[in-house]
């Protein structure tokens, strides 16, 4: 098993950056693959993107490519997502996962694990 505790995030105008972090404890991290994904207010969880257990591959949403960027450390147990470009639409409670997988899905029940998730709010 593995627990997920995120950090960062918080207020920013449009057209910022924020960073994002998931620590991770228990299992050996390098074995998961990670994903984030976000929840607006009133909205269901979408895929934000997701990272391979070595770093290698990343896949992003669509709505997020060429802005955000996910890399990860195993050494420090811990992924990232570097967020720029910031739009209002952006605004909602982002979440890491993990998931015990060679490809990274992008549904939430692809992954078996999740933080608590820390809120992003982009004002206008």
């Known amino acids: 098993q593995v627990q997920l505790v995120e950090s960062g995030g ?8 924020l960073s994002v972090s998931c620590a991770a404890s228990g299992r050996t991290f390098s ?21 391979s257990w070595s770093g290698s ?3 992003y949403a669509d709505s997020v490519k060429g802005r955000f960027t996910i890399s990860r450390d195993n050494a ?3 992924a990232y ?23 990274p899905g992008t549904r939430w029940d692809d992954y078996d694990y999740w933080g608590q998730g820390t809120q992003v709010t982009v004002s206008s």
């Open 76 to 78: 420090r147990n811990t």
């Open 10 to 17: 918080g207020l920013v105008q449009a057209g910022g950056s």
């Open 31 to 51: 074995l998961y693959a990670m994903g984030w994904f976000r929840q607006a207010l009133g909205k269901e969880r979408e895929f934000v993107g997701a990272i």
């Open 57 to 59: 591959s990343t896949y």
């Open 81 to 103: 997502l570097q967020m720029n470009s910031l739009r209002p639409e952006d605004t909602a409670v982002y979440y890491c996962a993990a998931a015990v997988a060679v490809v």
